[in-house]
């Protein structure tokens, strides 16, 4: 055998090729199922990324925007889920004070219950409105109030305390006391018979009455029971009466949503009444302790300052031109002097001031009420922020009631002015006035105190300098102009004329010119 003999080799195998309608059908399954598998990863993407931006946008509604401060005071913050539960009470407090409002009178009642739906529609819509600046201020004021009375007089409230403030007002038509004597509809009077029967002797014989027919007396109507105040409660009595109360309120305030629409969501609770009012008598409680603190009873001493003036007047004007010289000035008052002292003479001789006033005075804005200028204090401040002229203050400062003085030289002329009251305030609204002005100084200082910062950042308005000298006020206007009386309506009317020869008459109804009288022509 030669060496280069192949090996015989075992046979191979050659493994069977599937058929290509099979190949194209497996592959077009998978591609079916990746095109299946990415819908499926997409669709859960896509609910992924909602569910996801759902949960945000919970998170921002509920737990993120609620927890956003507003305004804070010391360590107490106000957070937004603080204010609307504010803004809930505030209009809970409008709607009780509506209700209270409308025991009144029949007359006023529906106006004060159709303020009902709006104030709940406004407590609706707290969580979108921005905020209201009034509400958070009041917020702050109160904070403001419970800090400083605890931090500097060891003042604070409690629940009995403001619950008899609550009962005080709105107890005796919300929640009497037991014991409490309830109105009742007077009956009117039973009116007597128009005609009575005569009494009959024996057999039906009327006998007649020598004087005639007795008079019934005629009843007299009776009287309705008067309310007397009833004294403060004790603070347990006042606890119970104030839940009454609250619930009367709360029930009075459905059934009147349930009247204006039976099917209207109710959008307020019976929390939101009590957490309103609690607020607004638990500020009375801490302003009226720390005012007592601030101006105590003992220690206060009334003034004898009159509070308000009251005065009539007559002016003389003196008009000179805004350029005229002191002296031109001079002569002008010195021209209407005399006729002032003589009509302060015939003033006091008059029997009523306020009808000479009305005749002879020319300041035309007061004249027709008899010269009354408007009220004002000891320093001449009336009661709408203006002054009285300096000069008539001073006049009347140490005058008798009902006492003429004059003449009083001011810009506008000469016054003769009589003083017809002057009135000075009791001990007793003196010592509130006192208590009331030291409460807001008092306020103030706090303010300054105790930190106060509102969400965003407000920008103080910038005020002006203090310049040392205050505004002066605006002076009341003595004088004025006459109201113009309006002119007749020109007539049409007929004038005659007398027919000479040689002249043409004038047609009627033909006005004619102011040119002097007509001159006639003499007959050829």
């Known amino acids: 055998m030669t060496s280069n003999q192949r090996k015989p080799q075992p046979p191979r195998l050659t493994s069977a090729r599937p058929p290509a309608p099979a190949r194209r059908h497996l592959r077009r399954s998978e591609i079916e199922r990746r ?77 004060f219950l159709d303020q009902i739906p709006q104030l709940d529609a406004q407590a609706a819509a707290a969580r979108n409105e921005p905020v209201d600046d009034t509400l958070v201020q009041q917020w702050i004021d109160l904070q403001l109030i419970r800090q400083g009375a605890q931090t500097r007089f060891g003042i604070q409230a409690t629940d009995g305390e403001v619950a008899q403030e609550f009962i005080n007002l709105y107890g005796p038509n919300f929640a009497p006391p037991a014991g409490a004597v309830t109105p009742t509809t007077v009956l009117p009077p039973t009116l007597p018979p128009l005609s009575s029967p005569e009494p009959t002797l024996g057999a039906g014989t009327p006998s007649p009455t020598p004087a005639g027919p007795t008079a019934t007396p005629t009843p007299s109507p009776t009287p309705e029971p008067t309310q007397t105040p009833s004294p403060t409660p004790l603070p347990d009595e006042a606890l119970a009466r104030q839940q009454t109360a609250l619930q009367r309120f709360y029930d009075e305030y459905v059934n009147e949503m349930r009247r204006v629409e039976p099917q209207r969501r109710i959008h307020l609770t019976i929390d939101d009444f009590r957490r309103g009012l609690y607020a607004q008598f638990l500020r009375q409680v801490l302003t009226r302790k720390v005012q007592e603190r601030l101006v105590p009873d003992a220690t206060f001493t009334p003034t004898t300052d009159p509070s308000s003036i009251e005065v009539r007047h007559i002016l003389l004007k003196v008009t000179v031109p805004i350029t005229a010289t002191a002296e031109e000035r001079e002569r002008a008052f010195a021209a209407r002097r005399t006729e002032a002292e003589a009509l302060l003479l015939e003033a006091r001789a008059a029997a009523d001031f306020a009808d000479l006033a009305r005749e002879r005075s020319e300041d035309f804005n007061t004249k027709e009420n008899g010269g009354t200028l408007p009220l004002f204090d000891k320093d001449g401040k009336t009661t709408d922020g203006r002054q009285i002229d300096p000069a008539i203050v001073q006049a009347v400062a140490n005058a008798k009631e009902n006492e003429i003085v004059g003449p009083v030289r001011t810009s506008f002329g000469w016054h003769v002015v009589q003083l017809v009251r002057r009135t000075v305030d009791s001990r007793q609204v003196q010592l509130e006035r006192a208590r009331s002005e030291a409460f807001e100084r008092w306020l103030e200082e706090q303010r300054a105190a105790i930190g106060v910062q509102r969400f965003p950042t407000l920008v103080p308005t910038p005020s002006p300098l203090p310049t040392g000298t205050p505004t002066p006020l605006p002076t009341v206007d003595l004088g004025g102009e006459p109201t113009p009386t309006p002119l007749p309506t020109p007539t049409e009317t007929t004038v005659p004329v007398e027919e000479t020869p040689g002249t043409t008459p004038t047609p009627t109804g033909t006005a004619i010119p102011a040119q002097g009288p007509p001159v006639a022509t003499p007959a050829p």
């Not at 990324?49 to 927890?67: D, F, M, R, T």
């Not at 507003?70 to 603080?82: F, H, I, K, N």
């Not at 504010?86 to 009144?104: D, V």
């Open 35 to 111: 095109r299946q598998r990415r819908v499926i990863v997409g669709t859960t993407v896509v609910v992924a990324l909602a569910l996801i931006a759902l949960a945000a946008g919970l998170v921002y509604e509920w737990v993120w925007l609620p927890s956003r401060p507003v305004a804070q005071v010391g360590d107490v913050v106000l957070t937004r889920g603080d204010y609307q539960a504010e803004r809930r009470g505030e209009a809970a407090r409008s709607i009780a004070q509506s209700l209270y409002l409308a025991t009144f009178g029949p007359q006023f009642a529906q106006q």
